[in-house]
């Protein structure tokens, strides 16, 4: 039997080969000495041969044959004379943008598809500021500008609340003309609003591409955006103008041909629209609040019901009802009402400074309704009740069923009559309130009074319940905006690739529900069938 010796040498010689020792000129044929082989060894060397590779294979004669050491040497050579090899093409990265076009300031969060996580875009004031008021001047030879690239010494055309004039609702004072172009005509705003969306998507690409450069590299971005639009101008015929200025947004970004002046927008405007019937634009439109519940309805949490949402922007309230359905997993969302109404904190505050110059922001707003009259700040508070009373009673008709549950009925509790719960055993009414002026204990004592100011407990509503929209995991918090996530609920909802949300119902596919009929005693009959008619 062979030795473990041996049997490691054949093994040895099976994987690298034999090395052989070269002839040395000093020894003859006769002194060389002898290897006495195994058995084993000696059956196995014909298998080695015939198995080895060219490259191990004897030498020619007169030459040295080749050792496992000068075989290493050799294939160093050739690795270094061959080729380089080709670079690997970079992969694409999925990464959809949600923009939360706002009236006052416009919010962006990206969503890489990848990793599954959404954050903030610092779209503004240089990367620095992740709020970008929605504002587009026009300098003195025509050339554009974003609201927060203007000195205040320097002479421009301001266009302001870019998102009420698209929707056909302008808001402010009437814009001039410049240089003979008529800036409250239609063309002009829809020029302007894709001129200002096409600018925000090309500073959030730079962006990323600066400060999330570990994400992307070696790869290539595969670019999508959606863009909220308030539910109730979704139900409308101004969704038709959104999608057709989202569309020619998109194209000069992706042509990269956005235009630098007010006179080159209108004719390429003009040019790039028809372009839209023959191409596939990645950028949608999606209703608002449906984006700001996103992380609400995809969480465990989140019980299917009646709920309502306030957001309380810069220069609008945007209110919606809507009936939250889950099931086995299908999740869908039907709105029943939507308003917007601009009450929100710079256009309260602007009525209210009278011209002072400054920001209004929600804690400036506080002060100016303290120093305002009684009978103006009744008026306002009365504004809030008539929006927050058509958004829910809106769908309360809607709604068919008993909204005034017994949330607390156990075998513990027996009720002792028959007749109306007492609002302390109702289930309450979840009403979000979500958007900047949110922080407002005004907007927030404005919106629970409506209850009692217009008896909505007669009316069968439950008692409201003010909250904010829960945070979702998935989120890459700022730094230093911990608790700002109600900025930016719209902008998250949005970044997620469109359709990837629930499914949704509008307004105009729900008719008022139907009575209940009444009961009448058995045996009477009804006057009007009984009645002669000779």
């Known amino acids: 039997m062979a030795s473990w010796r041996d049997r490691l040498r054949s093994l040895h010689e099976r994987v690298f080969g034999r090395a052989e020792v070269p002839p040395s000129s000093s020894e003859s044929d006769d002194e060389r000495p002898s290897i006495t082989e195994s058995p084993d060894l000696a059956q196995a060397a014909p298998v080695v041969a015939e198995k080895a590779p060219a490259s191990r294979a004897r030498a020619p004669t007169g030459k040295a044959p080749a050792t496992v050491k000068t075989q290493g040497k050799r294939a160093a050579v050739a690795s270094n004379d061959a080729p380089p090899r080709s670079t690997p093409k970079a992969r694409p990265l999925a990464i959809n943008l949600g923009i939360d076009f706002g009236t006052s300031f416009t919010k962006v969060c990206f969503r890489d598809l990848g990793s599954e996580v959404s954050g903030t875009v610092a779209a503004g004031k240089g990367g620095k500021e992740a709020l970008v008021p929605s504002i587009v001047a026009i300098g003195s030879d025509g050339r554009l500008f974003l609201g927060d690239s203007v000195s205040g010494k320097q002479a421009a055309v301001i266009v302001p609340y870019l998102k009420m004039r698209l929707a056909g609702g302008p808001i402010g004072e009437r814009l001039p003309e410049f240089g003979g172009i008529d800036l409250n005509k239609a063309e002009s705003v829809r020029a302007l609003a894709a001129w200002f969306l096409a600018s925000v998507i090309q500073r959030s690409q730079q962006w990323l591409a600066v400060h999330e450069a570990d994400r992307l590299k070696n790869r290539v971005a595969d670019w999508s955006a959606n863009v909220g639009v308030p539910v109730e101008h979704y139900d409308s ?298």
């Open 237 to 534: 015929q101004a969704l038709a103008t959104f999608e057709e200025v989202l569309g020619v947004a998109w194209l000069w970004v992706k042509d990269d041909l956005v235009p630098k002046t007010l006179q080159q927008a209108l004719p390429s405007y003009r040019l790039t629209q028809p372009r839209l019937a023959a191409e596939v634009t990645d950028f949608h439109a999606v209703p608002e609040i449906a984006a700001a519940v996103q992380s609400f309805v995809m969480s465990r949490e989140a019980v299917p019901g009646i709920y309502v949402y306030f957001d309380v922007g810069g220069g609008t309230v945007d209110g919606v009802a809507f009936n939250y359905l889950n099931f086995r997993g299908e999740r869908r969302i039907n709105f029943y009402s939507g308003k917007v109404e601009p009450l929100g904190v710079s256009a309260i505050g602007a009525s209210l400074a009278q011209g002072a110059p400054g920001e209004i922001d929600a804690v400036r707003l506080e002060k100016l309704l303290k120093a305002c009259s009684q009978s103006t700040l009744a008026e306002l508070v009365l504004r809030i009740h008539k929006l927050v009373a058509y958004v829910v009673m809106t769908a309360r008709r809607k709604d068919g069923r008993n909204w005034q549950e017994d949330a607390f009925q156990s075998a513990d509790y027996e009720r002792k009559f028959i007749g109306r719960l007492s609002t302390s055993r109702m289930r309450p009414l979840i009403v979000f309130i979500g958007g900047g002026g949110s922080k407002s204990e005004w907007y927030k004592g404005s919106i629970e009074s409506t209850y009692t100011a217009f008896k909505h407990h007669s009316a069968g509503v439950p008692p409201y319940k003010l909250v904010e929209v829960p945070r979702p995991k998935d989120f890459i918090v700022p730094k230093g905006s911990a608790d700002e996530f109600i900025r930016f609920a719209i902008s998250y909802g949005l970044s997620f690739p469109f359709g990837e949300g629930p499914d949704i119902g509008l307004p105009s596919q729900f008719g008022a529900a139907e009575e209940p009929r009444q009961w009448t005693p058995p045996g009477v009959v009804d006057y009007a069938d009984s009645k002669d008619y000779c």
